[in-house]
Nanobody, 128 residues
Framework: QVQLVESGGGLVQAGGSLRLSCAAS????????MGWFRQAPGKEREFVTAINWSGSSTFYADSVKGRFTISRDNAKNTVYLQMNSLKPEDTAVYYCAARDTLYIGTNYYIRSSDYGYWGQGTQVTVSS
């Protein structure tokens, strides 16, 4: 099992940047594929970005492509989300998620149902 704790959220003006972190417990973090999702008020949770267990493959939603970057440091049991050129429509609670791959395959995962572990979320608010 793994426990996830997000941090780094806050209030930022449009055009600004934030870096979210997701720290994972446990000694087997490196075998987990990771993802970031977000949920705005009154909307369903949506996929933002994902990374495979090795960090060799990433995938982004069209809405954040070119502005957000996902990365991971397996030595620190942490996955990051660098968010640049933030827009008011990026305002949401951001969640990190983990899927145990047992080191099988090199896939990333984009559906929330693919993930078995979730953090508590961190609020990101972008003012116009």
């Amino acid at each position: 099992q793994v426990q996830l704790v997000e941090s780094g959220g806050g209030l930022v003006q449009a055009g600004g940047s934030l870096r979210l972190s997701c720290a994972a417990s446990g000694r087997t973090f490196s075998r987990y594929a990771m993802g970031w999702f977000r949920q705005a008020p009154g909307k369903e949770r949506e996929f933002v970005t994902a990374i495979n267990w090795s960090g060799s493959s990433t995938f982004y939603a069209d809405s954040v492509k070119g502005r957000f970057t996902i990365s991971r440091d397996n030595a620190k049991n942490t996955v990051y989300l660098q968010m640049n050129s933030l827009k008011p429509e990026d305002t949401a609670v951001y969640y990190c998620a983990a899927r145990d791959t047992l080191y099988i395959g090199t896939n990333y995962y984009i559906r929330s149902s693919d993930y078995g572990y979730w953090g508590q979320g961190t609020q990101v608010t972008v003012s116009s």
